[in-house]
């Protein structure tokens, strides 16, 4: 996946950098307390690192694709790890993981380790936010492989993970220009103070 990305770093930097993203903050931040850190895993362009930088949050950010790594510290003014999700190791805990249209590339079979890796760097009762296609299933679209998820499926998901609890769930229409007939599986996760 991340030959895809470098490849096309920065078409894809220019068709995300400036999607507004407020409705999803909205549901996320609040649950954040204020100057917390927050990790934004998976991060591409860095877009949503820098508004979480910019409202006074203490911001960690990776990136599976060294290239979009690089356009995000250029644009942070700090350095993105280049790490894929079951390769990253956090010295600190945070109080909230942004992993928004990131972690649909992880095949369904290395998912809930993926998920629980993110967690071990969640603070008791963090927040953990995570975005998928809406759909039930896993798929190609040329080089990228994507799984899809529904609230079925991912409840069966966490069913494995019982210091999760699945806080929010809802469905989104794709805010990007064109696109506004694909949607969105979202889900808020809370960390229960024996993870």
């Known amino acids: 996946m991340p030959d895809y990305y470098d490849s096309n770093a920065e078409a894809f930097i220019a068709s995300t950098l400036d999607v ?12 954040i307390p204020p100057g917390g850190r927050i990790l934004d895993a998976g ?19 990776f990136d599976a694709s060294p290239v979009p790594a690089e356009r995000a510290s250029e644009l942070l003014g ?8 079951e390769d990253f190791r956090c010295e600190q805990s945070f109080d909230g993981i942004w992993a928004c249209a990131s972690l649909l590339h992880v095949p369904l079979v290395e998912l809930f380790e993926a998920i629980k890796n993110l967690t071990n760097c ?25 799984t ?25 229409r794709d805010v990007r220009p064109g696109r506004a007939e694909e949607q969105w599986f979202n889900a808020i996760l809370k960390k229960a103070g024996d993870a």
Request: proline fraction near 2%; charge should be negative; include cysteine.
């Open 20 to 31: 507004e993203m407020g409705d999803l903050y909205d549901r996320f931040l609040p649950l």
């Open 43 to 61: 991060c591409g362009s860095g877009r949503d690192a820098l508004a979480f930088q910019k409202l006074g949050f203490q911001v960690h950010a």
């Open 148 to 172: 899809d998820m529904n609230s079925l499926k991912f409840r069966e998901l966490l069913k494995a993970a019982p210091g999760l609890v699945l806080e929010d769930e809802w469905t989104s």
């Open 78 to 85: 700090w350095e993105v790890e280049v790490a894929r999700f």
């Open 122 to 146: 969640l603070k008791d009762d963090g927040r953990m936010y995570v975005s998928f296609k809406l759909g039930d299933g896993e798929r190609l679209n040329g080089s990228r492989r994507f």
